[in-house]
T-cell receptor
């Protein structure tokens, strides 16, 4: 039982390049999330998904796209990377109740640097 | 919009001393509150959560938190810290703006336990 895994762990991009971050969970969770973590700002929600085939915008969605084609995977794409997207990206998943009581389980993070 | 304030960005403390990490939230509606911990180079993991009932919540590793509705606070405490408690601690609230499907995080408090 691996929990939540993220690929890759580190990446350096040049401005304008594109890339996709992969998140996978093996807990059969319905909800999945992408956050970015910047110094002094905590975690901010980029996009989230409440089930296979669904996505929704979070607090800071601009410059990112997501897809949830399979229940266990949640992809985060950067079409044209900018230095402002230098950050640590965390994926999380939860069981999936609208009550808001669920624990979120986090992956180990992806450290992205955009030059 | 929901907001969470962690007033202390860093808290230095000596080993075996007590510690309190402060958290205040903005919502006046019923809330669910969480504390997560992030050890160096790792993802976040749940320490404890308040959903309902007793206002004193006990979590893992000897931590506890007290929900105070009148002061809109959810401070985290430990009576005697260890070196291994050195980490960043995040307070979070279930966000009514996303239908309670996501969390809003505070900016984090870095606990530095010194020998």
């Amino acid at each position: 039982n691996a929990g939540v895994t993220q690929t890759p762990k580190f990446r350096v991009l040049k401005t304008g390049q594109s890339m996709t971050l992969l998140c996978a969970q093996d807990m059969n969770h319905e909800y999945m999330y992408w956050y970015r973590q910047d110094p002094g700002m905590g975690l901010r929600l980029i996009h989230y998904s409440v089930g296979e085939g669904t996505t929704a915008k979070g607090e800071v969605p601009d410059g990112y796209n997501v897809s949830r084609l399979k229940k266990q995977n949640f992809l985060l794409g950067l079409e044209s990377a900018a230095p402002s997207q230098t950050s640590v990206y965390f994926c999380a998943s939860s069981y999936g109740r609208d009550s808001g009581t669920d624990t979120q389980y986090f992956g180990p993070g992806t450290r992205l640097t955009v030059l | 919009a929901q907001s969470v304030t962690q007033l202390d960005s860093q808290v230095p403390v000596f080993e075996e001393a007590p510690v309190e990490l402060r958290c205040n939230y903005s919502s006046s509606v019923s809330v669910y509150l969480f504390w997560y911990v992030q050890y160096p180079n790792q993802g976040l993991q749940l320490l404890l959560k308040y959903l309902s009932g007793s206002t004193l919540v006990k979590g893992i590793n000897g931590f506890e938190a007290e929900f105070n509705k009148s002061q809109t606070s959810f401070h985290l405490r430990k009576p005697s810290v260890h070196i291994s408690d050195t980490a960043e601690y995040f307070c979070a609230v279930s966000d009514p703006d996303t239908g309670r499907r996501a969390l809003t995080f505070g900016s984090g408090t870095r606990l530095q336990v010194q020998p």
